[in-house]
């Protein structure tokens, strides 16, 4: 029934001169996503996207939907602009997707073009006495007309070279097109809260790379398969995502070996953003993105943060800072991520967690507190045994 699919974007289009910026990025990033999906051909107009598909659309629309920057997409009917055409393909379009009768509708038109000879509300309500007339004489079970709260909308827009037809408008994500804002690293535990700490940030626009601190024999090889699974979840969003994975095993033998047991957890992420930071610097990411929000644990308090943060010049962005457990699971759940995120391997620092933790560290307390570690030569030996996976 429908060959072509209406892409909408919103937010792009209020973007000024960056507009085609925004719009090329979103064509090549729909190129992407729909590498294996089959063929089509892609048409960009007037603040919107149009591909005319071969095959099924639910297989594209699948693929769009998870497309940052697409706020929604409907399968269109494309026809002549011509008022008997439109009424007979309405006609068509109207009958294929409404399944059950009675049932109420609605004809909604918009007109771009000015010149077509009818105006919306006449060409509503022809196109609607087409429908009554055609339907109505075939079927005991009346069709009827509802302007206000109709179970089936059926919309019209009249372009200069083409009108079209629809039924549906299904939602997509929103936000920008991946690769407008610049290039992050994301620290990805296996745990819930940054993959969709990494979400939120890819929806804005940004790519992503991710690092991920491994603490093999202590978190098994399955930890690490979680992680691969989550970074492939998120690429579902974004295209190819790299993935650096930095052991850390023997940076945790030697804080417990050094450090004092209140701090082992303060120093532990003080090493995972000096790490964070050499590997951003490296491979040109911006800022750094975590999954951090206040007081989720001992190390989430605003000291621990300050405490934390010092160790690293670039911006630390925390997208779930002021959100509840709930409303991070909730995401988890949208995205797609939780099911794999509860997965019970343990992480990293839940080994290594001391039994009293200090929560309101100060810097001073902390900084004598390492004193003792080698910070240059862990921080050499972790790049030197990382490694990176490409993802998606
Ligand atoms: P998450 O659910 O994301 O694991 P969490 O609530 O368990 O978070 P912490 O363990 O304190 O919180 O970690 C805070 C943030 O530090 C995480 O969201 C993540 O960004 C980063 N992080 C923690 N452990 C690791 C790790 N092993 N590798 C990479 N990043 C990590
Ligand atoms: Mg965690």
């Not at 059926?154 to 939602?171: C, M, N, Q, W």
């Amino acid at each position: 029934m429908y060959k072509a699919l209406l892409v909408r974007f919103g937010e792009i289009s209020l973007k000024g001169k960056n507009r085609s910026f925004f719009v090329n990025k979103l064509v090549e990033n729909i190129k992407g996503a729909l590498r294996e999906t089959g063929a089509y051909q892609i048409e960009k107009s007037y603040g919107r996207i149009y591909l005319y598909i071969e095959g099924n659309p639910e297989l594209y629309i699948e693929k769009l939907k998870l497309i940052p920057g697409i706020v929604s997409i409907s399968p269109v009917a494309i026809i002549e602009p011509e008022i008997e055409k439109i009424k007979e393909m309405a006609l068509k379009v109207f009958d294929y997707s409404v399944k059950e009768y009675p049932a109420t509708f609605k004809v909604e038109t918009s007109r771009p073009n000015k010149e077509f000879p009818l105006q919306s509300p006449e060409i509503s309500r022809e196109v609607g006495a087409h429908l009554l007339r055609n339907i109505n004489t075939r079927r005991p079970e009346q069709l009827k007309v509802d302007v206000h709260n109709p179970e089936h909308l059926l919309s019209l827009e009249i372009r200069r070279d083409k009108a079209l037809v629809y039924t549906e408008s299904i939602p997509g994500i929103g936000g920008l097109p991946v690769g407008t804002s610049g290039k992050g690293l994301l620290l990805l535990s296996g745990g819930i809260d940054s993959p969709v700490a990494g979400w939120l940030s890819l929806k804005r626009g940004m790519t992503l790379d991710a690092i991920y601190f491994h603490s093999f024999p202590y978190t098994s090889d399955r930890a690490r398969e979680k992680v691969l699974d989550l970074a492939r979840i998120l690429s579902k969003y974004s295209g190819k995502i790299n993935l650096f994975i930095n052991h850390f095993t023997d940076i945790q033998m030697e804080i417990r070996k050094k450090c004092p047991p209140k701090y082992t957890i303060t120093i532990m992420r003080r090493m995972m953003f000096r790490i964070a930071e050499e590997v951003a610097r490296k491979n040109k990411n911006l800022v750094l993105v975590t999954g951090e929000s206040i007081g989720q644990v001992a190390s989430q308090t605003l000291e621990s943060m300050h405490v934390i943060n010092e160790v690293t010049n670039l911006p630390v962005l925390r997208p779930l800072i002021s959100m509840d457990k709930t409303e991070i699971i909730q995401i988890a759940r949208k995205i797609g991520s939780y099911n794999t995120s509860i997965l019970p391997y343990e992480d990293c620092c839940s080994i290594f967690v001391p039994k009293h933790p200090v929560t309101r560290p100060t810097l001073k307390d902390t900084l004598e507190a390492e004193k003792d570690l080698e910070i240059e030569r862990l921080i050499a030996e972790s790049m030197e045994k990382s490694e990176t996976v490409i993802i998606g």
